[in-house]
């Protein structure tokens, strides 16, 4: 047996196989005990197949290593498999290298990964460019709204979790400082927020609606109340009812389900009173 | 509802599922073909009225708006809620608040399923150590897909049999439902978007000033008439506008390090945490 075991590198193809395996099957088998292992294991296999040829050994240790515990936001997180890929290539050619190291270093970046995904691309992203869809479609029901959010959404975030697989590989473990930049995430957070305040403000104003249908008579006068709102400002019931919910649900800490009861209670008086 | 339109949506909605691979992982998905907004379009052409499910699934979508799915835990199953609620709402009545009324219950139902597949599919990662042991590469990668056939047993036969199953008997509910209930789901499905809209603002309100930008978007839609992209373009020439005032100062140092990561090593142990 010679010290040196082998040297066999990875192809960019061996590579992009990787990225995709892990683009299609991150979440396949998740499940409470080890939720993202068994997807983790699948896109490194192919890989460690080649790396480690004739080696069942080692092919097996490094297998059962790739299967344990692993959780993050499996989007922007795609950055995690590809430095471990990088790191794997490098302990099969190199003996030597601490194994430990892969297992520390997937276990130190998820969590912060989980963090900054769930709240960029599930937490922001995801619901504004709904937002877009729900507004583009909310007046006549026409199908460019559904189409709008599914193709830019498939077309950023797809392009995002490759990108990011990549230079995970290439960078090794300098991605991460690149990503966890925090003027480069507050810059991008805050431009995301702001712009998706403002829409979905606008998208809000044609989506929630509270007609009042009771007109105040007192004999011959009638008062038509939703014609006086209207020229107060159009939409100024349905701005008040969600501020109202936004105080409750952010100031008082109601959660949705409460929430929900609150507005269907609210929505069964006004009926029942014959104003709405 | 004839049974190949409910296998379709069956099938649709396993595609859309929390965890099934088939369209680009979790991306088209769960937060693709499995948003409500998705649905309604796909559900209203497999039905024929392709206008009533998209404002199905707008109304539905509305109210989901702010919900995320943090480590796999899921606050409301969107999915089910949409392919069951959208389906039985078009087929009954077309009108958006009856979806909205299907879908509030179904999604507390989705995630008693969710997590009971979630446990299930604890028996694949034990599949795949047993390959693992031999060096079984493929193995590995089988178990792995073959876990999907959980969530298609789940929701492809749930889907499908409460679609086939429940659309005459939606109907026959809508028809016996007195007139103040109908008042009270078209007036209740009106408001309930402000839920969606409230806690995506909690989410994403990271300034308190910011709730103007809320109000400012509304107004200007409301007075105007304008339309959402319209609105898109006014929103980002304003967030750039405070993006370039805000982060100007002390630009030269910092941006360079954004740009061009160091390849020093000495700094890895900051992320070992």
Known sequence: ?276 | MQLWQAVLIGLFAYLGRNQVPWFFGTTGGWYGLGRPLVAGLICGIILGDVKAGVLCGVAVQAIFLGQITPGGAVPSDLNLAAYIGIPLAIASSGSPATAVAFAVPLGALGVGLHNFTMTVQAAFPHRADRCAERGDARGVRRANIMATSVSFAERFLIVTLTCFIGAPFAQGLLNALPKFVLDFLQVGGQLLPALGFAILLKQILSEKWMIFLFIFGWVLTSSFNLTTTALLFIAIALSLIYIMAAYRKNEGASSVVAATPSTSEENDDDYEE
């Open chain 1, 1 to 276: 047996m010679t010290i040196m075991k082998n040297n066999t590198k990875l192809t960019k193809k061996d590579v992009a196989k990787a990225n995709w395996r892990w683009n299609f099957f991150a979440l396949s088998s998740q499940n409470y005990e080890r939720m993202q292992g068994g997807g983790f294991a699948h896109s490194m296999s192919g890989a460690l197949e080649k790396l480690y040829g004739d080696d069942k050994e080692g092919l097996s240790k490094a297998l059962k290593r790739s299967l344990t515990f692993f959780n993050t936001e499996p989007q922007l997180g795609s950055v995690i498999p590809g430095i471990t890929l990088a790191l794997e290539e490098t302990k099969a050619n190199n003996p030597d290298f601490d194994e430990s190291i892969i297992g520390s270093t997937k276990n130190a970046l998820m969590g912060p990964f989980a963090g900054i995904g769930d709240s960029i691309l599930v937490g922001t992203l995801n619901p504004i460019l709904l937002s877009i869809g729900i507004g583009l479609s909310s007046r006549d029901g026409s199908p460019v709204g559904p189409l709008v959010f599914l193709v830019s959404w498939l077309a950023i975030v797809v392009t995002m979790k490759y990108w990011l697989f990549n230079k995970g590989y290439s960078m090794g473990l300098d991605a991460v400082k690149l990503l966890t930049n925090e003027r480069l995430k507050n810059m991008i957070t805050t431009t995301l927020t702001m712009v998706g305040l403002i829409v979905i403000g606008g998208v809000a104003s044609t989506t929630v609606k509270a007609p009042v249908i009771w007109k105040f008579t007192s004999g011959k006068m009638v008062i038509n109340i939703q014609q006086i709102l209207d020229k107060i400002m159009p939409n100024l019931l349905p701005l008040g009812v969600g501020l109202v919910c936004y105080y409750l649900v952010a100031k008082r800490n109601w959660g949705s389900t409460k929430l929900l009861l609150g507005i269907l209670a609210f929505a069964a008086v006004m009926v029942a009173l014959g104003i709405m």
